[in-house]
């Protein structure tokens, strides 16, 4: 039985040594032949050193380029390297659990109606803006119902974080769309489910993540996640998640407000209102993960920069996508961390 890792990593030098190491220490109860494929989007800060050190460690670990320097491409990349049974994605700053592997291997093979695999994602902070938006971000509130990030228990999902596929997945539905820089996991694993095939996330199967981490990056990042989705909803002709609208009706609630109180300023009382309405509802959520009041605020405050960031990126993909029927800037084409 054949499996291919692939991880596609820029700049991560401090993270992929630890990837890979947990990698090759998990545990197999079949025969497997495992590769481990790095896609790498030409780093300059040591982390191809590091990798051509540990390839001395490692026989089956390679190493390719990812000249486009965008996250599609190397997955397509990683897939096409080496032909393989199993398929999973990695992250640079992503550490599994020594029964990952194998573990997403046995419910493939129990289940042919299942197509992908994820598991459990364990934050681990690198600072302290990190540590709050991933609060933020393991709740309801915060990243809407029904999101993996927010599962306790082993159930279907419609996307997860770090998947396995086998072979035949990519046999019937192709492979990776190159043209969203943003959500191309979530175009492919909705092309999975509209294929019939089912998402699994399993919560006993675990990995730690790094959270990148300043509210200045989180903007930027989850503002493209927004913008692209209206992509994804464009190229089929459907809206894939109740849960993507909400941001988009918060802003345009927001925006709504304050034209209101700019043309009849003696109605600032419904703004307030609705902002009370949001903090209160947030506030519920941020009692339950917040440890001190300093904290509590930061997380208000991630919730509300979530939020805002990625309905202002959908108001402005459906304006340029669905409207003016226009192709992607090149601003937002760049992939921002």
């Known amino acids: 039985m054949k499996l291919s890792v692939i991880i596609p990593c820029r700049n991560e030098v401090n993270y992929i040594e630890e990837c890979i190491d947990a990698i090759y220490s998990n545990e197999f109860t079949t025969e497997i032949d495992m590769t481990v494929v790095v896609v790498d989007g030409m780093s300059n800060d040591g982390t191809r050193q590091t990798i051509e050190t540990l390839q001395t460690k490692y026989a089956t670990l390679k190493l390719i380029d990812n000249i486009q320097q965008l ?119 909705f092309r999975v489910t509209k294929e019939g095939g089912k998402i699994w996330f399993e919560a ?77 509802s947030a506030s519920l959520y941020a009692l339950k993960v917040a440890q001190s009041v300093s904290r509590f605020f930061a997380i208000l405050f991630s919730f509300f920069i979530l939020h805002v960031s990625y309905g202002m990126g959908y108001l402005e993909g459906i304006v340029n996508f669905i409207l003016l029927n226009r192709k992607p800037s090149k601003g937002k084409s760049e992939l921002t961390r």
């Open 71 to 189: 996250t599609p491409y190397a997955f397509n990349l990683g897939i096409h390297f080496k032909e393989a049974d199993f398929y999973q994605i990695v992250g640079a700053r992503q550490i599994l659990s020594s029964n990952y592997l194998q573990k997403a291997i046995n419910i493939l093979n129990s289940d042919k109606s299942i197509w992908c695999v994820g598991g459990a994602v364990e934050n681990v902070y690198i600072n302290y803006e990190s540590e709050m938006i991933a609060k933020a971000m393991s709740t309801s509130f915060g990243m809407g119902l029904g999101n993996f990030r927010t599962l306790k228990k082993s159930d279907f999902t419609d996307t997860v974080g770090t998947p396995m596929y086998p072979k035949f997945v990519f046999e019937k539905i192709g492979f990776f769309d190159e043209d969203l820089v943003r959500n191309q996991d979530d175009d492919f694993n």
């Open 204 to 280: 006993s199967i675990e990995l730690k993540y790094y959270v990148r981490g300043n509210f200045k990056g989180l903007f930027r990042q989850f503002f493209q996640y927004g913008y692209w989705k209206v992509c994804v909803n464009k190229k089929h002709r459907r809206i894939t998640t109740i849960r993507q609208m909400v941001p988009a009706i918060f802003v345009l609630g927001l925006f709504a407000g304050i034209i209101t109180v700019i043309l009849f300023p003696h109605r600032w009382e419904y703004l307030a209102l609705y902002l009370f309405i949001y903090f209160a």
